[in-house]
Nanobody
Framework: VQLQASGGGLVQAGGSLRLSCAAS????????MGWFRQAPGKEREFVAA????????YYADSVKGRFTISRDNAKNAVYLQMNTPKPEDTAVYYC?????????????????WGQGTLVTVSS
């Protein structure tokens, strides 16, 4: 499975941005998918995840109500809609896939990773 994240850039606080993750590989859209981020000098942290059957979504408390994860199986893509971003959301964002329907928040349980896309939120 190969993952390609895109859509990062500079956005003003209170604006919006949508990240995309294109997945390729057999049955990749049946996998659980997650978004994680890593800010400078900090450890990578969980942002959002969606189960393999798209029934369940999970969010970090820090983004709940502002970010939305979704997937389009026809396009083999997963998205992260970022609404009203804050400067503290500035980070490199990574998409990840897990060979299971269950979508945990633990990045150690994900099997495949994209290259990351930088999001910078200006105040």
């Amino acid at each position: 499975v190969q993952l390609q994240a895109s859509g990062g850039g500079l956005v003003q606080a209170g604006g919006s941005l949508r990240l995309s993750c294109a997945a390729s590989g057999r049955n990749s859209m049946s996998f659980a998918m997650g978004w994680f981020r890593q800010a400078p000098g900090k450890e990578r942290e969980f942002v959002a995840a969606i189960s393999g059957n798209s029934v369940s979504t999970y969010y970090a408390d820090s983004v709940k109500g502002r970010f939305t994860i979704s997937r389009d199986n026809a396009k083999n893509a997963v998205y992260l809609q970022m609404n009203t971003p804050k400067p503290e959301d500035t980070a490199v964002y990574y998409c990840a896939a897990r060979m299971s329907a269950y979508a945990p928040a633990d990045d150690r349980q994900y099997d495949y990773w994209g290259q990351g896309t930088l999001v910078t939120v200006s105040s």
